[in-house]
């Protein structure tokens, strides 16, 4: 096993329990944003779309990756904005909207 | 010199992904906790802009633009839209994991190593497999394709056929990358594995799905940061996972299944001896009049809201009826339970947009318990989480699911389109309880009319 892999794995492993603890705690009122949280959060894979479609190695890759990049910034763009919504729709009882 | 500041950034950004679940946790910090998410965000797209691998700028600007076009008026859809619009970004979100995938597999094999080919062959299939399978659902969603699920004989054999093959064929290029005609052949076969894995899942089913929809496009995305050796994407991807895995098991436990059971049961099927005719068993109707009077004598008053709110568009009547109620006194409370809606916290974000406070809305859990102490339960829209049966027959499908104990109030009032049985094609016992009333007609309509009843006659 590579040392890359190995520390891979470790950095996934950790990562998973931490997201299970944290994410057990998330009141099920705030279960709709969470996903689009998380949805936003996915469109990591930006980082990858966006050295593949900025390397230009070939025109195959360049197409795919511009396509990637479209649909990650789809994800950040909506995905925050409609979080942001939502949860300034949330308000206790006796106060008025912020 | 200045991408030697790129691992930082990384780091950065991973961080702020695990602050910004957080805080997500309770409504006082979840802004804070999108706020951090945009930061982070903008660490790792900012980092990897400085990559000194990009020749050029023009395509990725031009995606930018493309994708805040289209990004923008998705996160502008009416509340009602949100399970739909969920479905379609998971399907944007799995399609750029593959797209990349694909795109590093004809970059560098043969000259891969086997490990690199397996996590990538799992991005691919993951990706591929959740992008059909998000739009499916978008379209069962949207009503474009029949909401009820579609069944036929030797479905599971087919099903898992066809994910054998996919599976198969990226474990032989993991062997030999060698083989690179293979690589079509896991791609389109992920693909119709999409398809043919939403044919048979019903509406009532959608919150697993959607949840569990959510995880794989986690998972792809981990997978890439396994290919690209990138720490940020395998935390962010696992973070992504795990959040899917959790919200998918809380709601196969809210309707006591299992996933092999959501995912090959094809529930919502009609069961056999369900609406047995012939016994034609009687209910008691009530007019909205009768009902605004019944709700005025009340001091405790529990909604119990369901996806035929939604769809009746009633959230901003159920409003006015909370404002009507409220002022005269009586005590209202939403009863919600883990799987009404399609999809997980479906009627918190109906309510909350309708301006009801989130401190009137009860999980089910805490909820049950107040039934027994209610004037009225008043069920909107909601079905199968209110049928008795699911205590006590054991022949009923729903068998064991917890329901909301909307039974034990003193009075109950159902408003509903007519005595169709609900999703699951299952009679709901509930109907033919002495104390339940029906007020039949579409929920929005019947609101209204309740509303002004009491704005009419409410001289006390």
Redesign the interface.
Known sequence: ??P??E??LY??LL??F???E?????????????????????????????????????T???V????????????????????????????????D?P | MIERAIPLLYLAAAASFILALKWLSSVPTARRGVLVGIAGMALAVGGTLLRPEIVSYRWIAAAFVAGTVIGVPMAMMPMTAVPQRTALSHAFGALAAALVGTAEFYLRAPRIDRFTMGALALEVLLGFLTFTASLMAFGKLQEILPARPITYRNQNVVNLSILGVAAGAGAYLVARPEAAWLFPVLAVLSLVFGVMLIVPIGGADMPTVISLLNSYAGLSAAAMGFVLDNKLLIIAGALDGSSGLILSVIMCRAMNRSFTNVLFGAFGQVQAGAGTVGEQRIVRGATAEEAAGILQAASRVIVVPGYGMAVAQAQHKVRELYDALTKAGIDVKFAIHPVAGRMPGHMNVLLAEADIPYDRLMEMEDVNSEFPQADVALVLGANDVTNPAARHDRSSPIYGMPILDVDKARTVMVVKRSMNPGFAGIDNELYYLDRTLMVFGDAKAVVGNIVRELAGGGGH
């Open positions: 096993m590579s890359e892999l520390q891979g950095a996934f990562a998973t931490v997201g299970l944290i994410i057990r705690r998330v009141s099920p009122l705030l279960h709709t944003p969470l996903m689009s949280l998380t949805n936003a959060i996915s469109a990591i894979a930006v980082v990858g779309s966006i050295v593949v479609a900025g390397e230009q190695k070939t195959l890759s360049t795919l990756g511009t396509v990637a990049v479209a649909c990650s910034t789809i994800n950040i763009v909506g995905g925050y904005l409609i979080t942001y919504r939502m949860l300034r729709m949330f308000r206790k009882s006796g106060k909207k």
